[in-house]
């Protein structure tokens, strides 16, 4: 009996649009974070072709200015066979120096047997506009005690399983499969044929299968950067692994009754608007010189918005939310929380020691690199170094961060209550502020007590590194709805939950696997449904398109109203917090960058006044609220890609200055040139214009 199993890294992973035929490669390293072969920080994409080379600025955009995707990369890695999986796994087949061996055409096992083709399949679906409205001041909330809220798109007739509902609103680009050995390309597009995986390692096609997309349900739509036909493509490198690109991120709308573009009149559920994200799962059979066949535990590709700040790591990332969820939900770690058999809460274990370089110092780097992509004050950034220049070596209570006085804690009851508690950013629906995941707290607290280990303690393997990676890049947190995924992603419910059982590994999604027999198909009929619906008792797994369903649609719109807010925007509009209620806050500062340093302007390493990241023509704001944003949300769709992205001074290839690599620098925006007049950047606090007072009546 085979004693090895194999495994899909990263369990997750994003795929980033762009407008560019060219791509470079998501990255596998955590945002921020010191790494050992230099003095690049993680979190930088990678160069096309090469295993782990960073970009720099050069390579963002093509010779002709276009901006180019980020492909998903996904990797094999065999493990030992247990009887009970722990987490992290050390169980990886090893080289002769100790290193986990990746599985690829060639590789040769202990039991003799030597990989001759990977046969990978996916499928990618967006269901946005079919499913339910996005509500922002509830959250996950929405789905609770049976209720769902409104459908998207009411004005189509019908259930949200409806067939004629779902054929008008769906994009389904249905699945394909590729040899790696053949060097295949495939395209999830409207006009090729799907197909799937089937027996000992056979490609099937699927022609009856019913591939949906908008032109095939409207007779004209609004298409400003073309149409939308497509939602990516997968191919295989040298070694056999699977990249998936992204699409465009491009947007089509409807026309209204009067023949002009259906208006957009909010920024999360447009009617008659739709996008190219996508999302779905991802799975390989290994093929073997003796003839046999196996399959890998799959993963999950979803694509999405791009990335505008690799390196500046979130204070709370997915990784942090959903590393959270593992540890208090289902087992990952015993000697750090324990949960009895049918309790609902359970308690973390004071005899477990944190290491400080491994669960310590990434939210102190975090804390600190938020000056990048906000507009902080003098004392703020001040307050950050000192955060920043904490060493595993210092008295915890000899630092800033003594009895952490300034971290909000996730334990109480202070969400609504701002400066001086950290993060000082908005939080999740319902909350004025963001806290810290109660897992990070408690870290904190086992640092705080001087509970810590020092020195590189790292145990995890090189597929559990980069699946951390890949979330750890990722907005947590504040999921009003989110940027690469939402609240969705932290209910244990998505995931396969016997992972110590089965083989799987945590953090691994599961998969709807009677939907993905791809049986029973009919050209006329949908084959997928409206899917799975949180805090629904629904433990079947995920269709293509569960994950991105809960996003903002068009994406667009959502990303370029997610800059800086009153408080009140979670809470019903009515200000709960303890501050002014029209301080303005920032929402996604490190996944959308509000303020930054534009590398043109700077010389000598001194920096120069900020810019709003999004600005020139179209983005002069009377309100302070509505700063770096397009103003006409129609541009956002249009100019998304302008955007300029911050990266490490040291990656900054700019004539022949030099900049330093503490130095976190815009490069490549194409919305103004230097000079131009844009509006001044204030330092925090500052506040959206007061509402005017109401006249009173002057008659008697």
């Known amino acids: 009996m085979n004693n090895i199993v194999f495994r899909v890294h990263p369990t997750v992973n994003f795929a980033r649009f762009g407008t560019s035929e060219e791509y470079i490669l998501s990255p596998e390293t955590s945002a921020g974070l010191p790494q050992k072969e230099s003095n690049v920080t993680g979190g930088l994409p990678i160069k096309e072709g090469t295993d782990n080379t960073p970009i720099t600025s050069k390579d963002l955009r ?11 990369r996904f990797r094999i890695y065999a493990y030992e066979k247990q009887s009970e999986a722990t987490y992290p796994d050390n169980n990886g087949l090893k080289d002769s120096k100790g290193a986990d061996i990746e599985v690829t055409i060639g590789t040769k096992l202990p039991d003799g047997r030597t990989v001759t083709d990977l046969v990978w399949s996916s499928h990618l679906a967006n269901k946005k506009a079919a499913v339910y409205n996005v509500v922002n001041n509830k959250g996950i909330k929405a789905y609770a005690d049976g209720k769902v809220p409104q459908l998207r798109n009411p004005e189509v007739h019908g259930e949200i399983d409806d067939p004629s509902r779902l054929n008008v609103l769906m994009i389904d680009a249905g699945p394909r499969a590729i040899r790696a050995s053949s060097n295949e390309t495939a395209s999830f597009s409207r006009c090729t044929k799907a197909s799937c995986v ?8 699927l022609p009856n299968y019913p591939i949906r997309f908008p032109e095939d349900y409207n007779d004209e739509l609004y298409e400003p950067n073309g149409p939308l036909n497509t939602l990516g493509e997968m191919l295989t490198d040298d070694q056999g692994r699977l990249l998936v690109l992204p699409s465009t991120g491009n947007a089509v709308g409807q026309y209204d009754e009067y023949g002009v573009p259906i208006q957009m009149t909010g920024d999360l559920n447009n009617v008659g608007w739709f996008d190219s994200a996508a999302d779905g799962p991802v799975n390989v059979t290994l093929v073997f010189d003796d003839g046999s066949t196996e399959e890998a535990f799959g993963a999950w590709v979803v694509c999405g918005d791009p990335a505008y700040a ?15 969820m593992f540890v208090r939900d289902l087992s990952l770690q015993d000697n750090l929380y ?47 170094s000192a955060v920043m220049n904490i060493t595993e070596q210092n008295d915890p209570n000899e630092t800033i961060m003594a009895a952490l006085n300034f971290v909000r804690n996730p334990n109480k009851d202070e969400t609504n209550i701002g400066a ?18 109660k897992t990070q707290y408690f870290m904190l607290e086992q640092w705080s007590k001087g509970q810590f280990t020092k020195g590189d303690e790292s145990k ?28 969705t992603i932290m209910d244990r419910e998505i995931y396969i939950q016997d992972w110590k059982e089965s083989g799987s590994g945590p953090f691994r999604i599961k998969h709807d696997a009677a939907v993905l027999g791809y049986n029973n198909l009919q050209k006329d009929i949908p084959y997928l449904t409206s899917g799975w619906i949180p805090l629904h008792d629904m433990r079947d797994g995920l269709q293509p398109g569960d994950i991105s369903k809960f996003m903002a649609t068009p994406w667009q719109t959502d990303y370029n109203s997610c800059s800086i807010h009153a408080t009140a925007i979670n809470t019903d509009g009515v200000n709960k917090s303890n501050g002014a209620e029209s301080t303005l806050y920032w929402s996604w ?32 704001a ?14 956002s769709v249009n100019d998304w890609h302008k955007i300029g992205f911050i990266i490490q001074g040291s990656n900054v290839e700019i004539g022949t200055q030099k900049f330093s690599s503490e130095l976190y620098l815009e490069v490549q925006s194409q919305l103004s040139r230097s000079g131009d007049a844009t509006d001044p950047v204030p330092a925090w606090p500052f506040n959206a214009n007061q509402p005017k007072a109401k006249r009173k009546c002057s008659h008697k």
């Not at 390196?311 to 959270?324: A, F, L, T």
């Not at 908005?426 to 502020?433: D, H, N, R, Y």
């Not at 980069?466 to 609240?487: F, H, K, Q, T």
């Open 310 to 324: 690799p390196q500046i790591r979130n204070v709370v990332s997915v990784w942090d939310d959903v590393y959270d």
């Open 198 to 205: 089937k027996g000992c390692a056979q490609i099937e096609p």
């Open 62 to 72: 093509d010779e002709d200015g276009n901006l180019k995707k980020q492909a998903a």
């Open 420 to 437: 001086p508690l950290m993060p000082l950013s908005l939080g999740a629906a319902g909350t004025s502020f963001m806290t810290v995941t």
């Open 589 to 620: 500062p490190a996944q959308r960058p509000d303020a930054v340093y534009v590398a043109e302007e700077v010389f000598n390493n001194v920096l120069p006044k900020q810019q709003w990241s999004i600005r020139g023509p179209g983005t002069y």
């Open 460 to 487: 995890l393997s090189a597929g559990e590194r980069i699946d951390m990676a890949s979330m750890a890049n990722c907005l947590g947190g504040r999921y009003v709805p989110g940027i690469e995924v939402s609240y």
């Open 622 to 635: 009377i309100n302070p609220a509505a700063a770096a944003t397009f103003q006409d949300p129609l541009q």
């Open 338 to 384: 324990c949960k009895k058999s049918g309790e609902s809460e359970g308690s973390y274990k004071e005899s477990y020691k944190p290491n400080f370089a491994e669960d310590i110092k990434p939210i102190f780097i975090a804390c600190d690199l938020q000056r990048w992509t906000a507009n902080l004050p003098p004392m703020a950034l001040h307050a950050h």
